[in-house]
């Protein structure tokens, strides 16, 4: 595993060599299908195959790599979800909510940016791990337990993108209680053009 140094340094290297592409979360709209987005064909096969792959995208990044993954935190803490994403998870506008965005770094290249997004009401019981996560992955905490559910995927355009980002997918994750929290993740260009060449 990769110490949280050389995590930072991976992320900071974008932004040194292109100092308006300091990751972060594009402006993104986002449809309910790759047909609704009208880009299913303008994409090559690799990055669509990346927008609709099911099971936990943390195993399918992990099984790409030569040496690791790893997981660095860029924020995290509670915050306002925008006005779409509280109409996605059905809560009020204006209630904060526990907003989690890493980079995911495969082999020492930022692979995928994602923002989750948690509302108070799946903090409480079982649920306040989510909020200790650290650098662990989300997906292998969501994937390990038959009490969350996934939907299906949304696809996002991203129009504001200074690390050339360009689509993103997103799902809601649903308990078994009836809590639920949504994931977006944003695929940087380092991984998409490692699997057009490969």
Known sequence: MQSRGSD??????????????????????????????????????ADRAWL????????????????????????EGFGLPGREECRRLGIPQRQ????REVALIGDGEPWVLARTVIPRATLLGTGRRLRHLGRKPLGAYLFSSSYWHRGSFEIGICRANPGNIRVARRSRFCHRDGSCLIVGEYFLPALLNLCREG
């Open 52 to 75: 609709i792959r099911e099971g936990s995208l943390t195993r399918h990044l992990q099984a790409l790599c030569r040496a690791d993954l790893s997981v660095s935190v860029l924020h």
């Open 96 to 99: 904060h909510a526990w907003i």
């Open 8 to 45: 930072t340094d991976a992320v900071n290297n974008i932004a040194s060599a292109h100092p308006s592409a300091q990751p972060h979360i594009p402006d993104t709209r986002w449809y309910p299908g790759l047909r609704s987005a009208a880009i299913g064909r303008a994409l090559p096969s």
